[in-house]
């Protein structure tokens, strides 16, 4: 007999209009358009493969991108029909219903112009002319033609991508919006060409047939409708749509990354709340007879289970948690919850944030190298004794795959606690997702083979008389120290976490990286606020979309100021001097002054440890500054070769 589920809601099936959801997890379309032919089964960024193994999604959505990689126009064109045969197959093979999604999106024509509903700039700042009639008909035509092609080349299901920057959006818009006929002026007017697109796809893929839409409740941007234009909508919409995911933001508005603010709601960082569209899903639920699917901010199963159970939403839907971990429904289901890689929720493994410079999970090295790295770990043909120094991100990784191998492994920490720098993870609502991911990373190594001695601080000596067959050194590094006139009258940033109830009044923070800025918004709570960056934009190591999201805090942070440009000359016991982008010295006074400028690998105390055996590997900020991203991909790859 099965055992009960901890997760009954979340895994309940549901029968709409005669197709069996059998639980209320839907796996959210990804691509990375560039990068799509890495591997043979990585149809988008994260491999189909993964998340059909997953096994325990109700539907898995592939992308549109599927014509691409046989340089095709459309995924059921002849030359591309193999492809999307083969992606069909490897969807299904978990048992999840396979979706096709369909793209409700502006043309671009051969003069240069963009399809919009009128004539301007573009949402990218492209020129825009209007859409005839005809261009409308054609659009709404091959929409439709795709989804009667998808129900009879197989698929369990469509859809429909009226969301973000698509044509929905833009003729939603009362600013995009100025036409004068039938689809112009009013709001009715202004749903028209939407909904005689939804009526002929109903028409062409059959009233049985599962249709999700997507949504934005709002586009983030001020051109945007207002979400009671949204729900009008989607109460015209009753009878056409099976499910409405609801979304927010947009895409590409602004046109370039600097100006991607609106994509931040669209993919949520650490600076957006969890389900922050939930508000408005259950407004919907409420407000028409539609069945609801949530996306933005999901990774917990308990938050997922307690909110269909409450009728806020009936699905949720997953986007990057599936990156981070593509078995994430399946542990669900298991109840191994504790066993969930939690997504960082950093973006890196967003083509657009990262701008491609290095797309990668930060969590799961076999993100985008399936084609390399295997599910599970093949046992080591020759048993080493694996020794690691240092118990933060990097070591923990180190150790873990080296102990998955079969290796003997013993892991040596100075401190009484597990963690490294991920410690300053306790404070701070930005953060969670931080020190969610320390502490699985803590429950996996005490669950393993690994011994662990606390309260130890490594020598060369010891490690030598250990006899050790490989070394992972993982020390870490420690604060900077800027040659400025004062230094001595600066706190070390990192110190003030755990504290910051202690201060008050006027506060100076020497650097705007990521420790500077997030301190910052912490402090800002209960004082005044400066940060000070010699780069041109705040938090200069981080991704785009991070950036965005930290901008809109600092936004809405009346007592947090960054200034950028400058650079600290003296610190004094009442503040500090700075030279602005001018060349002009400033008094900024201050009760408290932070350093915040960066970290330094601790490289001689790493070097220390080369000689003791020739398998000795530097990982983590010991050997270069980086990030969990770059710590967890080097323990990783290094342990995986031993």
């Given at each position: 007999?099965?055992?009960?589920?901890r997760?009954?809601?979340?895994?309940?099936?549901?029968?709409?209009?005669g197709?069996v959801?059998r639980?209320r997890?839907?796996?959210?379309?990804?691509?990375?358009?560039r990068?799509?032919?890495?591997?043979?089964?990585?149809?988008?960024?994260?491999?189909?493969?993964?998340?059909?193994?997953?096994?325990?999604?109700?539907?898995?959505?592939?992308?549109?991108?599927?014509?691409?990689i046989?340089?095709?126009?459309?995924?059921?064109?002849?030359?591309?029909?193999?492809?999307t045969?083969?992606?069909l197959s490897?969807?299904?093979?978990?048992?999840?219903?396979?979706?096709?999604?369909?793209?409700?999106?502006?043309?671009?024509?051969?003069d240069?112009?963009?399809?919009?509903?009128?004539?301007?700039?573009f949402?990218?700042?492209?020129?825009?002319?209007?859409?005839?009639y005809?261009?409308?008909?054609i659009?709404?035509e091959?929409?439709?033609s795709k989804a009667?092609?998808?129900?009879?080349?197989?698929?369990?299901?469509?859809?429909?991508?009226f969301g973000?920057?698509?044509?929905?959006?833009?003729?939603?818009s009362?600013?995009?919006?100025?036409?004068?006929?039938e689809?112009?002026?009013?709001?009715?007017n202004?749903?028209?060409f939407?909904l005689?697109?939804?009526?002929?796809?109903?028409q062409?893929?059959g009233?049985?047939?599962?249709?999700?839409?997507?949504?934005?409740?709002?586009?983030?941007?001020?051109?945007?409708?207002?979400?009671?234009?949204m729900?009008?909508f989607?109460?015209q919409?009753?009878?056409?749509v099976s499910?409405v995911?609801?979304?927010?933001g947009?895409?590409?508005?602004?046109g370039?990354?600097?100006?991607?603010?609106?994509?931040?709601?669209?993919?949520?960082?650490?600076?957006t709340?969890?389900?922050?569209?939930?508000?408005?899903?259950?407004?919907v639920?409420k407000?028409?007879?539609?069945t609801?699917?949530i996306?933005?901010?999901?990774n917990?199963?308990?938050?997922?289970e307690?909110?269909?159970?409450s009728?806020?939403?009936d699905?949720?839907?997953l986007?990057?948690?599936?990156?981070?971990?593509?078995?994430?429904?399946?542990k669900?289901?298991?109840g191994?919850?504790?066993e969930?890689?939690?997504?960082?929720?950093?973006l890196?493994?967003?083509?657009?944030s990262?701008?491609?410079?290095?797309?990668?999970c930060?969590?799961?090295?076999?993100?985008?190298?399936?084609?390399?790295?295997p599910?599970?770990?093949?046992?080591a043909?020759?048993?080493?004794?694996?020794?690691?120094?240092?118990g933060g991100?990097?070591?923990?990784k180190?150790?873990?795959?080296?102990?998955?191998?079969?290796?003997?492994v013993?892991?040596?920490?100075?401190?009484?606690?597990?963690?490294?720098?991920?410690?300053?993870?306790?404070f701070?609502?930005?953060?969670?997702?931080?020190?969610?991911?320390?502490e699985y990373?803590?429950r996996?190594?005490?669950?393993?083979?690994?011994?662990?001695?606390?309260n130890?601080?490594a020598?060369?000596?010891?490690?030598?008389n250990?006899?050790?067959?490989?070394?992972?050194?993982?020390?870490?590094?420690?604060?900077?120290?800027?040659?400025?006139k004062?230094?001595?009258?600066?706190?070390?940033?990192l110190?003030?976490?755990g504290?910051?109830?202690?201060y008050?009044?006027?506060?100076?923070?020497?650097?705007g990286?990521?420790?500077?800025?997030e301190?910052?918004?912490?402090?800002?709570?209960?004082?005044?606020?400066t940060?000070?960056?010699?780069?041109?934009?705040?938090?200069?190591?981080e991704n785009?979309l991070?950036?965005?999201?930290?901008?809109?805090?600092?936004?809405?942070?009346?007592?947090?100021?960054?200034l950028?440009e400058?650079?600290?000359k003296?610190?004094?016991?009442?503040?500090?001097?700075?030279?602005?982008?001018t060349?002009?010295?400033i008094?900024?006074?201050?009760?408290?002054?932070l350093?915040?400028?960066?970290m330094?690998p601790?490289?001689?105390?790493?070097n220390a440890?080369?000689g003791?055996?020739?398998?000795?590997f530097l990982?983590?900020?010991?050997?270069?500054?980086?990030?969990?991203?770059?710590?967890?991909?080097?323990?990783?790859?290094?342990?995986?070769?031993?």
């Amino acid at each position: 007999m099965a055992e009960e589920l901890r997760y009954p809601h979340l895994f309940m099936p549901i029968d709409i209009e005669g197709t069996v959801f059998r639980n209320r997890i839907i796996a959210a379309p990804m691509g990375v358009p560039r990068a799509i032919q890495l591997s043979t089964t990585d149809y988008g960024g994260i491999s189909l493969y993964d998340k059909s193994l997953g096994g325990s999604a109700a539907v898995i959505v592939t992308e549109h991108y599927l014509a691409l990689i046989a340089k095709q126009k459309s995924a059921f064109d002849k030359y591309a029909m193999d492809v999307t045969r083969e992606t069909l197959s490897v969807m299904k093979q978990g048992g999840a219903l396979a979706f096709m999604e369909l793209m409700f999106h502006s043309k671009k024509r051969s003069d240069g112009t963009n399809e919009a509903p009128s004539d301007g700039i573009f949402l990218n700042g492209e020129p825009a002319r209007a859409m005839a009639y005809e261009e409308m008909q054609i659009q709404i035509e091959e929409i439709a033609s795709k989804a009667a092609e998808a129900r009879r080349f197989g698929f369990d299901g469509i859809m429909l991508h009226f969301g973000h920057d698509s044509l929905n959006s833009q003729f939603l818009s009362p600013i995009w919006n100025t036409r004068s006929d039938e689809y112009g002026g009013s709001l009715e007017n202004r749903c028209r060409f939407s909904l005689e697109a939804l009526q002929k796809i109903r028409q062409a893929a059959g009233k049985d047939y599962p249709v999700i839409l997507r949504v934005s409740r709002h586009l983030g941007v001020k051109e945007s409708y207002e979400e009671d234009d949204m729900l009008y909508f989607l109460k015209q919409c009753e009878g056409l749509v099976s499910i409405v995911n609801i979304s927010m933001g947009m895409d590409c508005y602004g046109g370039t990354i600097d100006r991607y603010e609106a994509n931040g709601y669209a993919h949520s960082t650490v600076f957006t709340p969890r389900m922050h569209n939930l508000a408005f899903c259950e407004r919907v639920k409420k407000e028409t007879s539609h069945t609801v699917c949530i996306v933005g901010g999901v990774n917990d199963p308990d938050a997922c289970e307690k909110i269909i159970a409450s009728g806020k939403t009936d699905f949720v839907m997953l986007g990057r948690q599936l990156v981070a971990d593509p078995f994430w429904p399946k542990k669900a289901q298991e109840g191994r919850t504790d066993e969930i890689v939690p997504c960082l929720r950093c973006l890196n493994c967003y083509h657009i944030s990262t701008e491609h410079y290095n797309t990668q999970c930060s969590v799961n090295p076999r993100f985008r190298r399936e084609n390399r790295v295997p599910l599970k770990l093949p046992p080591a043909e020759n048993k080493k004794k694996v020794i690691v120094i240092g118990g933060g991100p990097a070591g923990m990784k180190a150790a873990l795959t080296a102990d998955e191998r079969g290796h003997e492994v013993i892991l040596i920490e100075k401190s009484g606690r597990l963690g490294g720098a991920l410690k300053y993870a306790d404070f701070g609502e930005h953060k969670k997702d931080l020190k969610a991911y320390r502490e699985y990373l803590i429950r996996m190594v005490e669950r393993s083979d690994i011994q662990v001695l606390f309260n130890t601080e490594a020598n060369s000596e010891m490690i030598r008389n250990m006899e050790p067959d490989a070394l992972f050194v993982c020390v870490g590094a420690k604060p900077a120290v800027p040659p400025v006139k004062g230094i001595e009258n600066a706190e070390t940033a990192l110190h003030a976490y755990g504290k910051q109830e202690t201060y008050s009044g006027r506060i100076a923070i020497i650097g705007g990286g990521a420790i500077g800025c997030e301190l910052g918004i912490e402090l800002a709570e209960s004082c005044d606020v400066t940060v000070i960056e010699m780069a041109s934009l705040p938090v200069p190591k981080e991704n785009w979309l991070y950036r965005h999201g930290f901008m809109r805090v600092l936004k809405e942070t009346p007592n947090l100021k960054v200034l950028t440009e400058c650079r600290v000359k003296e610190i004094r016991e009442d503040g500090l001097v700075y030279t602005d982008h001018t060349g002009k010295d400033i008094v900024l006074p201050a009760d408290h002054v932070l350093n915040a400028a960066g970290m330094v690998p601790l490289k001689k105390e790493a070097n220390a440890f080369f000689g003791i055996t020739p398998d000795t590997f530097l990982i983590g900020d010991c050997g270069r500054i980086g990030n969990v991203m770059s710590a967890v991909n080097e323990a990783y790859f290094t342990a995986t070769n031993l």
